[in-house]
């Protein structure tokens, strides 16, 4: 008897468990779940990557959108092409626009206590030749590009920063570029029995000769030329 139960123990540690077999109806049932979630993870990815490229057609878009609602500066817009910190001001008018070829625009920055005015020339305008008697004038230029010339002497650019000192008595004239704006400070000098002689327009033939603002090099900055004179670079 105890031989017996030895053998059955002992066949019972040689003898391997069965492992389980899956039925084909189990293996069916866990198929199409596991299918399911990657069709479900595809879908998701898809969705996402729809929003993506839809979100970045729209920011497409808006920056297309943006870029051709931009419209050009209307080029005889005085406010629009200022090129002073100072307003334009208003449009001369009256007898003295009869001695300027163009639009000039005044604005009176002193009204009391001596005379401050910043002026602004559009393209191409410039003042007849002119004499101031006993006061003279000072000029200082705070945007644009142009020209002063006495009488006899070479035409002077204009360019911002530039300070000049019209002495009395002299013949002169000054404007803006053919191509550029001008803007600058007038400030007479007040004396007793001062007073301004406006003589014949300049020659379109002498005018026209002049180089414009772009074949001059000018740079119409204002802090580019204060720069300029400041660490002795032209």
């Known amino acids: ?106 604005n009176q920055l002193v009204p009391r206590g001596g005379a401050v005015i910043n002026m602004t020339f559009e393209p191409g305008c410039r003042s007849n030749w002119h004499i101031h008697h006993n006061g003279g004038q000072v000029l200082l230029v705070t945007g644009g590009a142009g020209w002063y010339q006495e009488e006899g002497k070479e035409p002077r650019p204009l360019r911002p920063g530039d300070i000049v000192r019209v002495p009395a008595e002299i013949k002169h004239w000054h404007g803006a570029a053919k191509d550029s704006w001008l803007s600058h400070l007038l400030v007479p000098i007040a004396v007793p029995g001062a007073s301004n002689a406006f003589l014949e327009a300049v020659e379109d033939k002498d005018y026209d000769a002049l180089p414009s603002a772009k074949e001059d090099g000018a740079d119409d900055s204002l802090m580019s030329h204060l720069g300029a004179k400041l660490f002795g670079k032209s």
Not at 67 to 75: G, H, I, M, N, Q
């Open 1 to 106: 008897m105890l031989l017996n139960i030895q053998k059955i123990f002992a066949n019972a540690e040689e003898t391997k468990p069965a492992e389980p077999t899956e039925t084909p109806e189990a293996a069916e049932q866990e198929t199409p779940a596991e299918e399911t979630e990657v069709a479900a993870e595809s879908e998701t990815a898809t969705e996402n990557g729809d929003a993506a490229d839809s979100g970045q057609e729209e920011a497409d878009g808006d920056a297309g959108e943006a870029v051709t609602e931009e419209e050009p500066v209307d080029e005889h817009d005085a406010e629009a092409n200022n090129p002073s910190i100072f307003p334009v001001g208003e449009p001369m008018t009256g007898d003295f626009a009869k001695f300027f070829s163009g639009k000039t625009y005044l």
